[in-house]
């Protein structure tokens, strides 16, 4: 299994420019998030999803786009890239958000906006 | 909402020592505690995780101590070696795991001096 992979691994935009950052897991997980990560922040919930067709908000959701059409993928879109949207950004996946299940995190995607 | 604090924010310890982190949290519904290592251009990784109806775990070299009366929870590292060098960051839960209800600690740099 390749666990949670994102891409791409680096990107630098322009303000105002939109772009979409990936993630897929291949272990069948029903539950998909994603976080930000600044400094002396620790991790921060954007957006989260229990299952296909099924998303909703985290701590940080505004200027983020999700949608889950598959179980597997789990895309975030920047609609009009802001310089405070200059982050890295980690997917993350569990087998459900039912009980204690642990997560299990990609590489991240390190984004600039210049 | 749950608050986690965590301290300190860097640790130094010389190599074979042990290490310790401490984090502590606010909401008492919380009844799980992930621990995650973070290496240097990497995704979190889970080493250890503890619910709320166990007061300790070990795992080799790994502890988590829990203590549901005063509210906090700590890692301990011993006879640590230069690899344990890196990021660490604890969490709480008061849903069992998922992105909504998962929240981190800012995280604790943790450097092995030779």
């Known amino acids: 299994n390749a666990g949670v992979t994102q891409t791409p691994k680096f990107q630098v935009l322009k303000t105002g420019q939109s772009m979409t950052l990936q993630c897929a897991q291949d272990?069948?997980?029903?539950?998909m998030s994603w976080y930000r990560q600044d400094p002396g922040m620790g991790l921060r919930l954007i957006h989260y999803?229990?299952?296909?067709?099924?998303?909703d908000q985290g701590e940080v959701p505004n200027g983020y786009n999700v949608s889950r059409s598959t179980t597997e993928d789990f895309p975030l879109r920047l609609l009009s890239a802001a310089p405070s949207q200059t982050s890295v950004y980690f997917c993350?996946?569990?087998?459900?958000?039912?009980?204690?299940?642990?997560?299990?995190f990609g590489d991240g995607t390190r984004l600039s906006i210049l | 909402g749950e608050n986690v604090e965590q301290h300190p924010s860097t640790l130094s310890v010389q190599e074979g020592d042990s290490a310790v982190i401490k984090c502590t949290y606010s909401?008492?519904?919380?009844?799980?505690f992930p621990w995650y290592k973070q290496e240097l251009g990497k995704g979190p990784q889970l080493i250890i995780d503890?619910?709320?109806?166990?007061g300790e775990k070990k795992d080799q070299r790994i502890a988590v101590t829990l203590n549901k009366t005063a509210k906090h929870f700590s890692l301990h590292i011993t006879e640590t070696q230069p690899e344990d060098s890196a990021v660490y960051f604890c969490?709480?839960?008061?849903?069992?795991?998922?992105?909504?209800?998962?929240?981190f600690g800012k995280g604790t740099h943790l450097i092995i001096q030779p």
């Open positions: 993350a996946s569990s087998y459900s958000n039912r009980g204690q299940q642990p997560q299990h």
């Open positions: 272990m069948n997980h029903e539950y």
């Open positions: 999803s229990v299952g296909a067709g099924i998303t």
């Open positions: 909401d008492s519904a919380s009844n799980y």
């Open positions: 503890i619910r709320s109806n166990v």
């Open positions: 969490a709480a839960s008061s849903s069992g795991g998922g992105a909504d209800g998962l929240t």
